[in-house]
């Protein structure tokens, strides 16, 4: 188990040889309960390694990423890096390493109970299976885990950080024979944790879905309501591939320096980045892979651009200063947790239907392509129960479905989002988020 003394040893001893020097090391004791047939599974423990590393010389620079803590084998890595630097061509967006104002711990993001009261954890999802099964559901499977996160940096400019979060998610999907639901609850603390309240939700939802017929739809454009995993899903990959900086700047974007300040979207879309709110916000994070200091970034308001997600690189590009996103990397920034702002429409499914009068409500989506990044052109196929609706009422299941539309379209026709958002975090939308019911209009739904 590497210390940050250790790892600060480390660079010391390359300072002399190096313009950049910096090790990042991310140490995770976690736990999975597994369960199926409402019954725990399995249940597993472990304890796991990253240590990043990054060292420039003359503009070139070098990265490594190593799963183990052994000093000797991060000592023996950086010499390798060092070895190499001269093969390496120049860098075109090299800048110094350079730190603002010294990042401070968010406060309130580890929770000791997590570690020491895993009994609670354990009745929760014994709540969160049984409030499904109440709710009308036959059977129930899914994964909880939970544990704490340290990390630790550590430059050649004399920086040293250390921060710790513990954490909590569950993933729960209902059955009803072959209709199925999923529900999530996630948090850094043992008092945001809410299993019941996701295991009502996908008991619910399939037992809905159990008393309706079942019809199929054509291909076309429909009005869709969008359920918080996929509006989770769909906006947080949204804001990583086409507001970050580097993605402006290499043309990977549908979007451009110049578009910043103007409206790109319908005027009732905000989305931000909580990447410095503590401690509710899930994945939020007190400094980044370049030792600043993370915030809170406004990406839309109201539906105008009003900033990019920036590292040091891309900061210099734009004559402006990071945002504290270098996030996993250097080269290109990241949002942590993508949060959609909220509106008028109800949280329930059944008043949702009501004030959408006719059109589709998908409740979960997974296997998300690209067909043209840069046009944000994508598809995603929906996943679990979805809602026909007509004249206000929920009136069929469907299924066999994708969306297949573009981020544009996501941006231009979002027509209004629910009065509430939760957070969304799950094994197939890895960027957390804070999430409503979005509404969108004339969204393109074709036959799986």
């Known amino acids: 188990m590497a210390s940050l003394n250790e790892l600060g040893g480390i660079i010391r001893d390359v300072r002399d040889l ?147 979060a513990s954490f909590v998610t569950l993933t729960i999907r209902a059955f009803i024979d072959d209709l199925t639901a999923t529900s999530v609850s996630i948090s850094n603390t043992l008092d945001g944790f809410k299993p019941k309240d996701a295991g009502v939700e996908a008991g619910r939802l399939v037992r809905i879905a159990k008393d309706l017929p079942e019809e199929s739809v054509d291909s076309g454009r429909y009005n869709v ?47 931000m980045d909580l990447s410095s709110d503590p401690p509710s916000a899930f994945g939020s994070e007190s400094f980044d892979y370049e030792g600043n200091k993370t915030m809170n970034m406004e990406v839309i308001r109201r539906g105008v651009l009003t900033g990019l997600l920036h590292n040091n690189r891309t900061a210099a590009k734009f004559n402006t200063t990071s945002t504290g996103h270098a996030v996993g990397n250097w080269l290109r920034p990241r949002p942590r947790h993508v949060a959609i702002g ?39 196929v929906v996943r679990d129960v979805a809602f026909l609706v007509k004249n206000g009422k929920l009136s069929a299941r469907i299924r066999g479905l994708r969306i297949a539309d573009s981020f544009k379209a996501l941006l231009r026709n979002f027509v209004d989002s629910s009065r509430e958002a939760r957070q969304v975090y799950w094994w197939d939308s890895p960027l957390p988020g804070t999430a409503p019911y979005v509404l969108i209009r004339d969204l393109n739904i074709s036959k799986g």
Do not use: C
Not at 249 to 261: L, P
Not at 344 to 370: C, M
């Open 18 to 164: 190096v313009d950049d020097a910096i090790i990042m090391y991310r140490r995770v004791r976690w736990s999975m309960i597994r369960f199926a047939n409402n019954e725990p599974t399995i249940a597993n423990n472990w304890v796991t390694h990253e240590t990043t590393i990054y060292v420039a010389k003359s503009r070139r620079y070098l990265t490594a990423s190593l799963s183990t803590s052994d000093i000797n084998a991060i000592k023996n890595k950086i010499q390798e890096l060092l070895r190499e630097l001269n093969n390496m061509p120049e860098d075109e967006f090299y800048v110094p390493l350079t730190h603002g104002e010294r990042p401070s711990r968010l406060i309130g993001k580890y929770d000791g109970r997590i570690e020491g009261e895993t009994d609670k954890l354990i009745d929760g999802l014994n709540e969160a299976i049984q409030a499904s099964l109440s709710e009308g559901s036959q059977r129930n499977a899914g994964a909880m885990t939970f544990g704490v996160e340290e990390r630790y940096y550590t430059d050649n400019a004399g920086l040293e950080l250390e921060d710790k």
């Open 225 to 271: 309501v969008l359920g918080p995993l996929v509006s989770a899903h769909l906006y947080g990959l949204m804001t990583a591939v086409w507001f970050n900086a580097y993605s402006v700047i290499t043309e990977m974007s549908g979007i451009s320096k110049n578009d910043i300040s103007n409206t790109i979207a319908s005027e009732g879309l905000s989305i």
């Open 342 to 380: 909220t509106g008028q429409l109800p949280s329930d499914i059944e008043a949702i239907a009501a004030e959408l009068g006719n059109g589709i409500i998908v409740t979960n989506n997974w296997y998300t392509r690209f067909q043209n990044v840069k046009e944000g052109v994508f598809s995603t």
